[in-house]
């Protein structure tokens, strides 16, 4: 079985996004700045599936509690009450996941949904060949992603320090 444990996935990007330090020279802060867009492009990529799949979960999490929890004897009929029940569940979610783009910092509860999300991808792409394979193709490209946005840094570097020293350089 292949392991899928890349799991949060982006951790490492948000370092690099979040608290580089722009340079002062207008083109190092240029190159800098394209660096930053494509380790953020990188990283939304790389966060694809857990943000798929952990609004699955809270919904069938909510469903689970409500049907327990729900009351024959209520005015509202079982389906809507579940419906409610998931929208507030999801609503709460969408407000930590608003929290943690002010804050930077993830809460327990979205620790442990991105783990029960990539279990969930450890176990479906244990069971089907076509999906591990095809979840390999999909972290070779976030690993492709990440060298192309190195080289673009390399050479915006190096074309910024040939036109600040042309005559050293050439």
């Known amino acids: 079985m292949r392991d899928f444990k890349l799991k949060p996935g982006a951790d490492w990007a948000s370092s690099v996004v979040l608290y580089m330090t ?3 020279h207008p083109a190092l802060r240029e190159s800098a700045v ?24 809270v919904s069938e999490r ?3 509690k409500a049907a327990r929890g ?10 809507e ?19 943690m783009n002010k804050t930077r910092h993830p809460s327990r509860e979205y620790i442990a949904l991105v783990d029960a999300a990539y279990g969930y991808v450890q176990r479906v ?16 490209a976030q690993l492709t992603g990440v060298w192309t946005a190195i080289e673009s840094l390399f050479q915006d570097l190096w074309v910024a320090a040939l036109n600040a020293h042309p005559a050293t350089l050439a």
């Open 22 to 24: 722009l340079p002062d």
């Open 34 to 57: 394209i660096l930053a867009r494509n380790v953020e492009r990188v990283q939304r990529f790389s966060t694809l599936l857990s943000n798929l799949i952990i609004p699955i979960i």
């Open 62 to 64: 909510a469903t689970a």
């Open 70 to 79: 729900y009351d024959n004897s209520s005015d509202v009929p079982l389906e």
């Open 81 to 99: 009450f579940i419906s409610r029940s998931v929208a507030s569940e999801l609503t709460k979610h969408a407000e930590d996941l608003d929290r």
């Open 125 to 140: 792409s244990s069971d089907n060949e076509k999906t591990s394979d095809a979840l390999e193709s999909w972290f070779a």
